[in-house]
């Protein structure tokens, strides 16, 4: 991700903390002009921008993770994003609010947050590869998605509530079938 999409990213996301997304406008996001050379075209595009964002942060965080048990590992890659987006959280719950208004945006935003579910299979080496790993790649877009109900609700910074559920959504999943994990 160049410097340039970050920085629309953040600005995006300060905005977003301060402002509902009903009154966020994308000149207001992209009035710098050096903005302007990005192929950011609508509001949506400001959504996958910030996805990934996220990403790119976590990528980052998680270049000295050490090799462990799938399940650990995939704890420490997903609390790392809800880590990331605590920073912003007040955003991330606009964003929400975006998504549950709006379907069509939620759709269209599936592909890219299943490139962030891809990412971070790949930082918890967790196969996704064939017909099972699609399977598994489902089932942790649901612990993801459930332990994100339970993430906006933490209002502890610690996310002991979010670690706990997440914690008890992998065991769940592996208990569903071995498939998973």
């Known amino acids: 991700m160049i410097k340039l999409e970050k920085d629309i990213a953040k600005q995006t996301l300060k905005i977003l903390n301060k402002k509902s997304w009903n009154v966020l406008s994308l000149d207001e996001v992209i009035k710098n002009n050096k903005f302007k050379t990005i192929k ?9 921008n910030i996805n990934r964002y996220v990403d790119d942060i976590l990528v980052g965080k998680m270049k000295s993770l050490e090799s462990s048990s799938t399940k650990d590992m995939l704890f420490e890659v997903l609390m790392a994003r809800f880590d990331i987006l605590e920073s912003y959280k007040y955003a991330f719950l606009e964003i929400y609010k975006v998504l549950k208004k709006k379907p069509k945006y939620f759709i269209k935003l599936l592909p890219s947050f299943l ?12 196969n996704v590869n064939g017909l099972k790993g699609s399977l598994r790649l489902k089932g942790l877009m649901l612990v993801y998605f459930y332990t994100f109900f339970q993430w906006m609700d933490d209002t502890n910074s610690s996310l002991e509530k979010t670690m706990t559920a997440l914690d008890k959504n992998l065991d769940q ?9």
């Open 40 to 48: 950011i075209k609508s509001k949506f595009d400001l959504l996958v």
């Open 173 to 181: 999943a592996e208990k569903l079938g071995k498939f998973f994990l």
């Open 115 to 126: 490139e962030s579910m891809i990412i971070i299979a790949e930082l918890s080496k967790y």
